[in-house]
T-cell receptor, first 115, second 114 residues
Framework: SQQGEEDPQALSIQEGENATMNCSYK?????LQWYRQNSGRGLVHLILIRSNEREKHSGRLRVTLDTSKKSSSLLITASRAADTASYFC???????????????FGKGMKLTVNP | DTGVSQDPRHKITKRGQNVTFRCDPI?????LYWYRQTLGQGPEFLTYFQNEAQLEKSRLLSDRFSAERPKGSFSTLEIQRTEQGDSAMYLCASSLSSFSESYTFGSGTRLTVV
């Protein structure tokens, strides 16, 4: 079963614009992660935010986490054509203490950045 | 060590045949995961290992599927009597076993059952 759900499912923007994607999940978590996948390739880890964190930055990426609303957002600033990919949020299963046995992924969001 | 390696990259097989995929994780990673991904969907968990022990299997992993990780290094995923519904991308990932680590994925094996 897939816990996270990304919104929107697809987004098309122009190079230089910002892209925001949202993720909602159902159960309590220890951490939430975002991954990127280029067509036909494996997933690449982008950023991890723990349940006691509210915001995190990494380069052009900004992630927020609202555990009361069970939601997260990923902002990509000053987008580039190379950012064209599918983006997935993933949560550890049911917030077990002591570590995540496995990650549960959402269905993903397809971002297209037009040059 | 250049990351997680999967072999083969592509496999086309006839329905009813057996196939085996291999995954070589990052050497210092204790945990190894198998996921399956179909077109337009996110990866779905199949199974994971902590060293050589298989600790969890998804209900998606029918009796036709078996995974091993002998000696806690590389892993194999075998599908017996393949069906067209097994066509998918099979992804392997590894991670350190400490709390809430990120995964490193391989490029996947794309299986097509004809």
């Amino acid at each position: 079963s897939q816990q996270g759900e990304e919104d929107p499912q697809a987004l098309s923007i122009q190079e230089g614009e910002n892209a925001t994607m949202n993720c909602s999940y159902k159960t309590s978590i220890n951490n939430l992660q975002w991954y990127r996948q280029n067509s036909g390739r494996g997933l690449v880890h982008l950023i991890l935010i723990r349940s006691n964190e509210r915001e995190k930055h990494s380069g052009r990426l900004r992630v927020t986490l609202d555990t009361s609303k069970k939601s997260s957002s990923l902002l990509i600033t000053a987008s580039r054509a190379a950012d064209t990919a599918s983006y997935f949020c993933a949560t550890d299963a049911e917030g077990r203490k002591g570590g995540s046995e496995k990650l549960v992924f959402g269905k993903g969001m397809k971002l297209t950045v037009n040059p | 060590d250049t990351g997680v390696s999967q072999d083969p990259r592509h496999k086309i097989t006839k329905r009813g045949q057996n196939v085996t995929f291999r995954c070589d994780p990052i050497s210092e990673h204790n945990r190894l995961y198998w996921y399956r991904q179909t077109l337009g969907q996110g990866p779905e968990f199949l199974t994971y290992f902590q060293n050589e022990a298989q600790l969890e299997k998804s209900r998606l992993l029918s009796d036709r599927f078996s995974a091993e990780r002998p000696k806690g290094s590389f892993s194999t995923l075998e599908i017996q009597r393949t069906e067209q519904g097994d066509s998918a991308m099979y992804l392997c990932a590894s991670s350190l076993s400490s709390f809430s680590e990120s995964y490193t994925f391989g490029s996947g094996t794309r299986l097509t059952v004809v």
